[in-house]
């Protein structure tokens, strides 16, 4: 097992909000619900973020439970790093595109 903390990006303050609005749109709980479940996504990377697959290189990818959220993230040696959270079913180039961006990103 390999716990360690998770931080997140700013810029993944923006990919919650949008996802909060869509599942907001036809739930009434919706916006708590999707944060809730990042939350809990959260704890499992900071649990062991070996459990999840790579997807794009060294990104991996966790899957926010019964949504069509996905959860995309770097570790590094003292933490783990969300790059993004986005609609997984957004165009693949799309997604490597703004991960890649983010990943590059100052600030870190």
């Not at 966790?62 to 770097?74: D, G, N, S």
């Amino acid at each position: 097992m390999n716990s360690k903390p998770v931080n997140a990006l700013a810029v993944v303050a923006s990919d919650l909000k949008q996802a909060a609005a869509h599942y907001q749109s036809w739930r009434s709980d919706g916006a708590e619900q999707i944060l809730r479940k990042y939350d809990e996504t959260v704890n499992w990377i900071a649990w062991n973020p070996d459990l999840f697959p790579s997807r794009f290189g060294r990104v991996q990818r966790a899957i926010l439970k019964q949504t069509y959220y996905i959860v995309y993230f770097i570790q590094e040696n003292d933490r783990s790093v969300v790059l993004a959270v986005l609609d997984g079913r957004r165009s693949p180039d799309e997604i490597r595109e703004i991960v890649s961006v983010r990943r590059k990103s100052p600030g870190q």
